[in-house]
């Protein structure tokens, strides 16, 4: 049990000139009012007030919220009344204590009529004073943290009533240490084995976890000091709570949860966050579109932070984020950051602008009479990542903000979503990729002839649609392989006079499976199809010696025998050959609709020049090639920019901004500030060709105070 002078000790060392009188006086008088009183536990019932006021000390608040804390429960279990408080603590003291009284009388079980009254109670309440619902999440907290001394029934109850609304509002407030406390609580609660499993899962891998941990936070850290770049790095856990819903959201096993562990960079500035994702970037390979610059643009709850996924030492996927310290402490206490040290000052003068939501809400309440309705507009703002829309028969399915007609599809059923060739938002017909908003019907139209495309990949949100998408090309596409394979080994043997069909059956065939490193006949077929085997390879098992001599043909036709082999990707075209191996000149880093040309290297294929590259210039013209853009790629191609601009705050994360508001990934970036209030930044970036550059470049030019961007050249 924590005791009143660790509670004062704590104050003193965050807010040493606090009114610490007024946090003893209400000790001495909880004390008093709760004598003789003892909790299911069999503890002293002090002890819940007492526990709430310590974590109300975690998230540093003012001391007429500690000692609010400590009458939490005055008013509701004792015979105090509200006029001895405001007597006593004064009426901010007891304004907080009667709210929170208020909203433990709420319910949120019933008739959706009262729980929608309820949540309207509550939103009035966290208007009135921010403080009531702080302190009626410690409340929570601590009656979760003791739930064993409850009965089987009141547990449940309890810790389902936790996950629905007050984990979200933890949530909601950025308070992400006790929202996951919240969360993981009520998981034991409720799904007591998943919640084993997963605890003897991580600590089962805990030990081999922490070397790595280690490892990493060491390439990191020397990185950076390398960079001059001061910082602290830190390596944490996901919640339990948090794996298990990435396991149903993705539908995966623990083990295919790739981001159990997280790493943490903190700095002292933003400019050194940019500085330092240059640097993370420089040693590991991002992965594109995982980078998200909650700096530029932060969430709802206020939350700020970089974020990238790079692909790490051992080729595993790390997440990182980069933060500086003030972000970090908002990062974890949320609401509570802008409350810290601000003794004496009242809710929504300063902070007006944090809680826009919170009075959109309360504005709403006064018109929104229907029930329903008001339900559904504190759901959106409560779950602010969401998007709610109805079946043709009224049921409401929630999908993420983005979500389109295809993740609704397969919401409904993976064959619905597998036939899905069109859709109807509100009776109209909409584009597959349309972005769905809460309250629309959605209706999806299927053919049974329909198949998925791979284009969807490039819209959809939910994992479910995703991984179902994939499933469906990769079957797809073995089908044509092994047909494309079968082909060109029955052609193969033909020629050498031999029949597949029977040679397939012999042990001679059983030979190359494995030697060529397959499972299966089916398997090895494929792979011909694939590019990877070429059927000579097969048919050298059968074939008499001498029949085998590769043919000799030009230098490009041995290149594409060899080529073949690797995976067709490339945005190139060479003229008479396809899928030909090439790499793209670092010199010049030449883009998609530039004028390129092409320089044949021994064993390397092809690399690519601009035309006007002086290496290019410089080529044996005996080795030239010609060459072509494909018509389109997916592809991106790394490009060097340089900004000059005036340094002005802010103005790095506006540049990042409008970089990835294109869908250019940064590949790295650096920042140096000259004498003359200049800043120079250099930004490595992933384009898809050079329209894509020009825009990107005209956008960033448009930002106040760039002076000038230029692409690096040569
Ligand atoms: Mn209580």
Redesign the pocket.
């Known amino acids: 049990m924590i005791r009143i002078t660790d509670i004062l000790d704590r104050i003193n060392i965050y807010h040493p000139e606090a009114d610490l009188d007024l946090v003893e006086r209400a000790y001495v008088y909880s004390a008093r009012i709760h004598e003789g009183q003892v909790r299911l536990s069999g503890e002293p019932y002090l002890s819940?007030?007492l526990e709430?006021a310590g974590l109300l000390t975690q998230l540093k608040l003012d001391t007429v919220s500690v000692a609010a804390g400590l009458l939490?429960?005055a008013l509701e279990d004792t015979s105090a009344t509200a006029e001895e408080l405001t007597g006593m603590f004064g009426p901010q003291v007891t304004r907080i204590v009667e709210g929170v009284t208020k909203l433990?009388s709420l319910s949120f079980r019933s008739s959706e009529a009262r729980q929608a009254e309820s949540f309207r109670k509550m939103i009035l309440a966290m208007a009135d004073d921010i403080r009531v619902i702080l302190t009626k999440l410690c409340?929570r907290l601590?009656?979760m943290r003791t739930l064993q001394f409850q009965t089987e029934h009141k547990q449940v109850r309890i810790a389902q009533e936790t996950l629905d609304i007050y984990a979200p509002i933890a949530n909601r407030l950025g308070i992400s240490w006790i929202k996951n406390e919240l969360e993981d609580i009520s998981f034991l609660y409720l799904h007591p084995h998943k919640y084993r499993e997963i605890e003897k899962q991580v600590a089962r891998k805990r030990e081999e976890q922490q070397e790595y941990i280690d490892t990493i936070k060491e390439v990191i850290q020397e990185k950076m000091t390398a960079s001059h770049l001061n910082c602290e790095v830190q390596g944490r856990h996901k919640h339990f709570y948090g794996i298990y819903q990435k396991m149903v959201a993705q539908q995966v096993a623990f083990e295919d949860v790739y981001d159990i562990l997280g790493f943490r960079i903190i700095l002292e500035t933003v400019q050194q966050c940019y500085e330092a994702l240059g640097v993370i970037h420089s040693i590991w390979k991002p992965i594109p579109k995982r980078f998200k610059d909650h700096i530029g643009i932060p969430k709802a709850n206020m939350y700020q932070s970089l974020h990238t996924t790079v692909v790490g030492p051992f080729g595993e996927r790390v997440e990182i984020q980069i933060r500086t310290r003030d972000m970090d402490r908002v990062a974890k206490d949320g609401i509570a950051a802008h409350w810290q040290y601000k003794e004496g000052r009242s809710f929504d003068e300063e902070d007006s602008q944090v809680f826009a939501w919170l009075r959109k809400l309360v504005e709403e309440q006064k018109y929104v009479k229907d029930p329903n309705e008001f339900m559904e507009t504190v759901r959106i703002e409560l779950f602010p990542d969401e998007v709610y829309v109805f079946t043709p028969r009224g049921d409401v399915l929630s999908l993420p903000r983005g979500a389109t007609p295809v993740d609704f599809a397969y919401a409904i059923h993976s064959e619905v979503g597998n036939q899905c060739m069109g859709a109807k938002v509100n009776g109209r017909m909409v584009p597959l990729k349309y972005e769905l908003k809460t309250g629309q019907r959605v209706e999806v139209i299927t053919s049974p002839n329909h198949r998925p495309s791979k284009d969807w990949l490039n819209f959809v949100k939910t994992a479910k649609a995703r991984s179902r998408i994939r499933q469906h090309i990769k079957a797809e596409e073995r089908k044509q392989s092994l047909e494309l394979g079968r082909e060109l080994c029955d052609k193969a043997f033909r020629k050498h006079h031999l029949s597949l069909s029977k040679q397939m059956k012999t042990a001679g065939f059983q030979k190359a499976i494995e030697d060529l490193g397959y499972k299966t006949a089916e398997d090895l077929i494929a792979g011909v199809g694939y590019g990877k085997v070429t059927p000579l390879q097969i048919v050298r098992y059968f074939a008499a010696r001498g029949e085998l001599e590769e043919p000799k043909e030009g230098l490009v036709h041995k290149l594409k025998g060899r080529m073949r082999r690797t995976r067709p990707k490339s945005g190139i075209l060479v003229k008479g050959v396809d899928n030909i191996l090439v790499r793209y000149g670092k010199c010049c880093n030449p883009l998609p609709g530039e004028p390129v040309t092409g320089y044949i290297t021994r064993g390397q294929g092809i690399t690519v020049h601009r035309v006007n590259c002086p290496h290019a210039l410089n080529m044996d013209p005996a080795r030239r090639i010609e060459l072509q853009w494909a018509p389109e790629t997916d592809e991106l191609y790394p490009v060097r920019i340089h900004i000059l601009c005036h340094d002005k705050m802010g103005l790095l994360a506006g540049i990042t901004g409008a970089i990835s508001d294109l869908e250019a990934n940064i590949l790295d970036a650096s920042v140096k500030t000259g004498a003359d209030q200049k800043a120079e930044c250099y930004f490595t970036i992933a384009v898809s060709g050079a329209q894509h550059l020009d825009k990107v470049m005209k956008s960033v030019k448009k930002i106040k105070n760039v002076i000038a961007v230029s692409r690096i050249e040569g």
């Open positions: 819940h007030p709430v939490h429960d433990s409340d601590h009656n």
